[in-house]
């Protein structure tokens, strides 16, 4: 059996539980997509945040009750029990390729965090790279002609595998 929750013509999407058994979803009552909170027990839906312009995108919910999100290119918490969210500084690390042009140490297309959270490996241009993640030290992996991508750490962070074409082909190495 199924229950419609929210009613009217506006749009509401990409609803997420909270650990309390609420519902936050992305609606756009107030006429930009906002988080709205929807209590099951009186079915009175919320409004949680209230930007303009610009709508709310990818919401989830963490097992602590936070909810995040994106809004005009920034992402944003909201910490279990707050009134307002806040925006969250990100910090992108960067690179230095040794032997390569300066414009590709921000131009990589994939990259997987190794299970230690001392490594990151990289793809960029269809390489592999493993970066320290201070990004002083930096090991390029691969370099052939065929592109490789899809990098994974093994459990203990001792080995890497990535997809890799080879004669059209591709396949795990």
Known sequence: MHQRLTGGVHESRDAVWSPRGEVYYLGEES????????????????QVTHFTGDPVRSLSMARTGDVAFSQDGEI????????????IDVH?????FPGESANRNSNFSEFAL??????????????VFVASISGRHV????????????????PDG???????????RWSPI
Do not use: C
């Open 31 to 46: 006429g930009s997509l906002n988080v709205w909170r929807l209590s099951l027990v009186d079915r009175t839906p919320r």
């Open 92 to 96: 992108v690390a960067s690179a230095v």
């Open 158 to 168: 001792r080995r890497l595998a990535y997809a890799a074409e080879r004669d059209g």
């Open 139 to 154: 090991k390029r992996m691969t370099q052939t002609p065929g592109e490789e991508r899809s990098p994974i750490f093994s």
């Open 114 to 127: 190794s299970p230690t959270g001392r490594e990151v490996a990289l793809v960029v241009n269809g390489d």
């Open 76 to 87: 944003w918490r909201l910490r279990h029990g707050a009134d307002a969210p806040e925006r």
